[in-house]
């Protein structure tokens, strides 16, 4: 037996025998699947090949390169000449059965019958089909196929043999000890190489594996090997797309997945028929995707979010079989134990970040802590209560090319993702109504790393009256300390106490000059009643009620609304 596919817990694992290497166009080597354990904003070294090319031992005739046994058998199909040998002491031979005694081993016969498959699904117009053009050929004359037992652990390659510029013929040689399901996989995989040299054959490495893969799972559908590569990529979300290691570029296949679910499948044509005329693959599908009316970058951010939402938490609205695939695991980190961040994502990478309640956190909402923006005046009993119904507060500087967005889990399952803008969001009950909160960053450069920086808090954002933002970080013990954005050039510093009865926070002017107070504050006195009055007063003597609006979502900017605030004397 070559290997066997089995389950555990986590995802597939490949035993006994020679690990999986996934067919690829010729010029590659093969890995296998190995556990990757970098930073999602680092490139660590490619994993060291677990297979290598070689010579054949055996006497071999020599054509373009490769080495290739006496394979004294062939079997035709409509559009295939399969040539094999039968020879019961060859290590090349297949396996011998022959169920229906027609002199055929069922091995070849089953290899014929999946390259059919594939030529039907490949070549026949959409939707029904795929839609694309045969494979340069000879006229007049079936594909070649040779099975024979391939070195360095190889399941497929395809060879470029006749060219003329771009394009060129091709024959694809078989190991000749796969098992079905498998068999079918790597057949549909190599012809779909055989299509692309109609097109470039030189075209980026890892788009043609990417797209391979992706192809041969449209034909067969019922395999699901596509997947082993997954077990790697989901865990280095931060290597760029078009990374090739001879393991990742497989695990791409994922993005011609997410292509072909928001743009249709037949997007992956389109981009093929770009690539006639560029080698650049990264080049084509932008151009492509800026024919329909979206950009590399847009589609990259919307594709990094989509990763989330695989394995345990697919929900029906990203991927279809989102539930089959791994998920991207970073490490959880208590909201109180991260005060800043900062890293680099690689082009066309993206970075995780979650974020989890203190551990200990309240999980049943106290008094409810104010509606979102422009919503009804906050009251003093909700400003009293804030403490013990802290929101998430992040802050963030990226660098131009970066995307940012964040995935809300709340307690009840659901997710939502939302745009992350103005560099300053805030999640209100983080504590009481959130499981987790998930930037995403992805950078939709093909060329550039970019850097990224920001700061966590846990406390409250109000906009006033005036158009103040106040950001607030709390203690449990109701300690206050943070920031107003009163629109002079920086913000001014705020602390205070919060505590059962009433609360009083002070924000002082750390650049004073004529237009401006000194200082002012805000408080209440123990409160009456819940309608208890909230005031402030500045140090020019200058006092009024205070009337904010808890935000819940992205924090603005401070927008002056009244010129005779509380900031100025």
Not at 26 to 35: A, K
Not at 235 to 260: F, K, M, N
Request: glycine fraction near 10%; proline fraction near 8%.
């Amino acid at each position: 037996m070559r290997f066997r596919i089995g389950w555990y817990p986590g995802g597939l694992v490949l035993a006994l025998g020679a690990m999986l290497a996934l067919g690829q166009s010729i010029g590659g080597q093969g890995l296998s699947p190995s556990p990757l354990s970098p930073s999602a904003g680092s490139r660590p070294q490619a994993p060291p090949a677990r297979f290598l090319c070689g010579d054949m031992v055996a006497a071999t005739a020599q054509s373009q390169g490769e080495s290739q046994p006496r394979l004294p058998q062939s079997y035709q199909t409509e559009h295939f000449v399969i040539h094999y040998t039968a020879g019961p002491t060859s290590a090349h031979s297949p396996a011998l059965d022959d169920l229906d005694q027609d002199g055929i081993p069922d091995y070849i016969e089953l290899l014929g019958r999946s390259f059919e498959q594939a030529w039907t699904f490949y070549t026949t117009p959409s939707p029904q089909g795929m839609g694309y053009p045969l494979p340069p050929m000879t006229p007049g004359s079936r594909y070649p196929v040779v099975v024979y037992a391939l070195a360095g652990g190889y399941s497929g390659l395809t060879w470029p043999d006749s060219k003329s510029g771009r394009r060129a013929t091709s024959h694809i040689s078989i190991d000749a000890h796969l098992y079905d399901p498998y068999v079918r996989q790597v057949a549909a995989h190599e012809f779909f190489h055989a299509v692309q040299f109609g097109y470039n054959y030189t075209a980026s490495l890892w788009w043609r594996e990417a797209s391979a893969d992706w192809a041969a799972h449209q034909v067969f559908p019922d395999v699901d090997t596509y997947i082993i590569p997954y077990y790697d990529w989901f865990q280095v979300p931060g290597w760029s797309l078009d990374y090739t290691d001879r393991w990742h570029e497989y695990g791409d296949s994922i993005w011609a997945e997410q292509l072909s679910e928001t743009h249709g499948r037949d997007i992956i044509r389109s981009i093929w028929l770009n690539q006639r005329g560029e080698n650049d693959s990264l080049k084509v599908i932008a151009q492509t995707l800026g024919s329909s009316g979206t950009t590399l970058a847009a589609q990259f951010r919307d594709f990094a979010a989509w990763n989330w939402f695989t394995g345990d938490r697919a929900d029906g609205a990203h991927y279809k079989d989102g539930r089959l695939y791994p998920m991207i695991a970073p490490a959880d980190h208590p909201a109180d134990s991260m005060a800043s961040f900062a890293d680099t994502v690689q082009p066309l990478g993206s970075d995780y970040l979650a974020l989890v309640p203190p551990h200990g956190a309240a999980t049943a909402a106290p008094t409810p802590c104010g509606g979102a923006a422009g919503s009804a005046p906050v009251r003093t009993g909700e400003v009293i209560a804030s403490p013990l119904a802290r929101g998430l507060t992040l802050r963030l500087t990226a660098a131009d090319g970066l995307d940012a967005q964040l995935i809300l889990e709340r307690l009840d399952g659901g997710r939502i993702t939302v745009p992350f803008t103005g560099g300053r969001y805030h999640a209100a009950g983080f504590e009481q109504s959130l499981r987790r909160v998930v930037a995403v960053l992805s950078n939709g450069d093909t060329q550039v790393k970019h850097a990224f920086s920001g700061s966590i808090g846990l406390g409250v954002v109000y906009r006033d009256q005036y158009g103040y933002v106040w950001d607030l970080e709390l203690s449990p013990t109701g300690a206050v300390r943070g920031t107003v954005d009163v629109g002079d050039k920086q913000p001014w510093p705020v602390h205070g106490q919060i505590n059962g009865s009433s609360f009083h926070w002070r924000a002082v002017n750390p650049n004073v000059q004529t237009s401006w107070t000194t200082g002012l504050d805000v408080t209440a006195p123990v409160p009456d009643g819940p309608g208890a009055s909230i005031r402030w007063t500045n140090d020019s003597g200058r006092s009024d009620a205070w009337i904010g609006a808890l935000v819940d979502g992205s924090a603005p900017t401070s927008r002056l609304v009244n010129r005779r605030g509380p900031a100025q004397p």
